[in-house]
């Protein structure tokens, strides 16, 4: 349904080609936003955007590796050209490299694995924000969602009964704290700006990364993430979430 305060709002979604980044961007742009498909294949993107734009929705394609700075600094400069500002930035290009959910793999995933997931899921992301915050401070409603995972939570990680307890991906879990540790640092750095950061637990969702076995459609699955992109001014900051439940560290 289109909401008029989305119109003239502008959301650039990392990864939004296909999986939840394609789904969340579908659903932005059915409350009125411009959506930004960015995709590290062109093709990809702009064969996303036309889907959208097919559906009566508006949206237009970027191209981002978010692992090529030259990549990021060409897409700031784009959109500043076009719009001059970017209202959401939804962060939810990753990888999970280091296989199957069920893995215990701390002992012997190689560090080159370890650091390569960091670079796309960590670094990347960091990245992509400071370089689009600028932009994002010119929004009078700025919005910032990472997509971290349930995944990263240490604290469920840590309890025997959490039924997440078996499912320990090194890599992949780690490199989601990490994000959580920015969405909290950097909601502190910016508490005084209209900007809200959080971090989106989407559920276990069928995508390409999820697999066959989730639980979750994806149409469920983009929610978290759209709420949180969409929160309004007295909405929160610094938190971890799913479909409005907070989440523990
Ligand atoms: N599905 C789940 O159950 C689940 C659960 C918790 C969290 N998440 C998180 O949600 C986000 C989306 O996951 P998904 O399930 O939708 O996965 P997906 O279907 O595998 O999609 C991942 C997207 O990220 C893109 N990507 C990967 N590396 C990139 C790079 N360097 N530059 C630009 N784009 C890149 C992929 O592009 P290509 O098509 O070019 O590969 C694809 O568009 C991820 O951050 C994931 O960790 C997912």
């Known amino acids: 349904m289109v909401n008029s305060e989305s119109n003239g709002k502008v959301a650039l979604v990392t990864g939004a080609n296909k999986g939840l980044g394609f789904e969340m961007s579908r659903q932005l742009a059915q409350q009125g936003l411009t959506v930004i498909i960015a995709a590290r294949k062109l093709e990809a993107a702009v064969a996303a955007a036309t889907k959208l734009k097919n559906e009566g929705l ?17 897409a700031v400069q784009e959109i500043k050209n076009r719009f001059g500002k970017l209202d959401v930035l939804i962060n939810n290009a990753g990888v999970m490299l280091d296989g199957e959910w069920a893995i215990s793999n701390a002992s012997s995933v190689s560090v080159d ?6 670079d796309t899921n ?26 971290a995972s349930i995944e990263g939570s240490l604290t469920l990680h840590a ?3 959490s039924f997440i307890y078996d499912s320990k991906p090194f890599a992949y879990d780690a490199s989601k704290a990490a994000v959580n540790s920015f969405t909290v640092h950097l ?17 276990w969702v069928k995508t390409e990364l999820g697999g066959d076995g989730a639980m979750m459609d994806i149409t469920e699955g983009a929610k978290t993430g759209v709420q949180l992109a969409t929160l309004p001014d007295d909405g929160a900051s610094g938190g971890f979430f799913h479909l409005g439940q907070p989440v523990p560290w």
Do not use: W, Y
């Not at 508006?58 to 060409?74: C, V, W």
């Not at 694995?113 to 960091?118: D, P, V």
């Not at 992509?128 to 409603?141: C, D, E, G």
């Open 187 to 203: 909601a502190h750095e910016l508490r005084n700006t209209p900007v809200k950061v959080n971090s989106a637990h989407p559920g």
């Open 122 to 147: 960590f670094f990347a992301l960091v990245e992509v924000t400071q370089a689009m915050l600028p932009l994002i401070l010119k929004s009078q409603s700025g919005r910032i969602v990472n997509m």
């Open 159 to 161: 309890d025997p009964s």
């Open 58 to 74: 508006k949206a237009e394609a970027i191209l981002l590796d978010i692992n090529d700075s030259i990549q990021i600094q060409s």
């Open 113 to 118: 694995m370890i650091r390569k997931t960091f």
